[in-house]
């Protein structure tokens, strides 16, 4: 498995309560994502990073936010959380570079955390 | 981004060749093709990826269409830990890193 940690795996918290979930990798790898996903649905892009405190947001990043200070370290956070917002939550990396091979670039996943918000 | 059309759900026997098709009939000419799957309860892993020509590697092959418009992935002999949920993912180049899944595949291997 590629060096991707994801904590916590598993948690349950109550709506309107702030969560941040962690992502921590050791490949040095520059490009970090954060997706979710549900039911009837494939994986869905929140946010991304292409570089420490570069960050932008994907197509369903309404009630998220995002932190990159550190290489290794993307952190997603809930500001107030909803039910909504209960889902398995995957973090993923990839090299990156050269972005002329940015079609090429392989992306690795986290083993995923799954989020109950009641 | 231009959409891929996979089935929904196809079913195989262990120990025999899976076929897994999909359609991307508005695809450009520089979109590489990428497969992932998902095993039960993990995140998505790589499978292949290819622009023109067939590709193998040590997972899967992928069959490219001379016209681009669909290809196939090729589990040249399914094992039950093959089942998963398949999905086939369009990228371009310039634009992204960015991966658009859509619901994928469910390949069921019986024994």
């Known amino acids: 498995d590629a060096g991707i940690t994801q904590s916590p795996r598993h948690k349950v918290t109550e709506t309107g309560t702030p969560v941040t979930l962690r992502c921590h990798q050791t490949e040095n790898h520059r490009y970090m994502y954060w997706y979710r996903q549900d039911p009837g649905h494939g994986l869905r892009l929140i946010h991304y990073s292409y570089g420490v405190k570069d960050t932008d947001k994907g197509e369903v990043s309404d009630g998220y936010s995002v932190s990159r200070s550190k290489t290794e370290d993307f952190l997603l956070t809930l500001e107030s959380a909803t039910s909504s917002q209960t889902s398995v939550y995957f973090c993923?990396?990839?090299?990156?570079?050269?972005?002329?091979?940015?079609?090429?670039?392989?992306?690795?996943f986290g083993a995923g955390t799954r989020l109950s918000v009641l | 981004d231009a959409k891929t059309t996979q089935p929904n759900s196809m079913e195989s026997n262990e120990e025999e060749p899976v076929h897994l098709p999909c359609n991307h009939s508005?695809?450009?000419?520089?979109?590489?093709i990428h497969w992932y799957r998902q095993l039960p309860s993990q995140g998505p892993e790589y499978v292949i990826h290819g622009l023109t020509s067939n590709v193998n590697n040590r997972m899967a092959s992928l069959a490219i269409a001379e016209d681009r418009k669909s290809s196939t992935l090729i589990l040249h002999r399914a094992t039950l830990r093959d089942a998963a949920v398949y999905y086939c993912?369009?990228?371009?180049?310039?634009?992204?890193?960015?991966?658009?899944f859509g619901t994928g595949t469910r390949l069921q291997v019986f024994p």
């Open positions: 508005t695809i450009s000419g520089t979109d590489y």
């Open positions: 993912i369009l990228k371009s180049v310039p634009n992204t890193d960015k991966l658009i």
């Open positions: 993923a990396i990839s090299e990156g570079e050269p972005r002329a091979r940015l079609a090429k670039n392989i992306q690795y």
